[in-house]
């Protein structure tokens, strides 16, 4: 049995079936993670060259300060995380499939937390979204 690097064909054979196993759906919030995760550095220089204030929002957590706030950080941080997830995933990186599902169970825990700890008691929807995508990948992972 020849390696993937030897033979491109299989390799270009499992991408794409990797691929075709990815909901539109998913593949679609994948790639906003993507550009959210690319336009990101871009808002941090534009907000901390104009003295302005940036708005920060992931998994119910949110602030609205510099950019350099330790809130900020760990909200930009969570979107970079999801951003190479996401490449991951599309790409049908081998490591792809286990950072979404381990970094989807972080990113519940994180929305459920934030319904009780982020500014008072609040419903969050992103479990709504949550539960169907890691329910959706863990059927994807015996093909994968």
């Known amino acids: 049995m020849q390696s993937d690097?030897?033979?491109p064909t299989l390799s270009d054979e499992i991408i794409s079936r990797r691929k075709s196993l990815i909901p539109t759906w998913i593949k679609v919030i994948?790639?906003?993670f993507i550009v959210?995760?690319?336009v990101l550095p871009l808002f941090h220089f534009y907000v901390i060259f104009t003295g302005g204030v940036g708005t920060y929002m992931m998994f119910g957590w949110s602030y609205q300060g510099p950019p350099l706030a330790m809130m900020a950080m760990?909200?930009?941080a969570l979107i970079l995380i999801n951003a190479c997830?996401?490449?991951g995933l599309l790409?049908?990186?081998d490591w792809g499939l286990t950072a979404c599902i381990l970094f989807g169970y972080v990113g519940l825990l994180l929305a459920?937390?934030?319904m009780f700890f982020a500014e008072g008691?609040?419903?969050a929807l992103e479990p709504l979204v949550q539960i169907p995508y890691l329910i959706r990948l863990h059927k994807i992972k015996a093909h994968w």
């Open 91 to 93: 790409f049908a990186k």
């Open 121 to 123: 008691i609040k419903i």
């Open 5 to 7: 690097v030897l033979n």
């Open 30 to 32: 994948g790639w906003l």
């Open 85 to 87: 997830c996401a490449y």
């Open 112 to 114: 459920i937390m934030s």
């Open 36 to 38: 959210m995760g690319a």
């Open 74 to 76: 760990f909200i930009s």
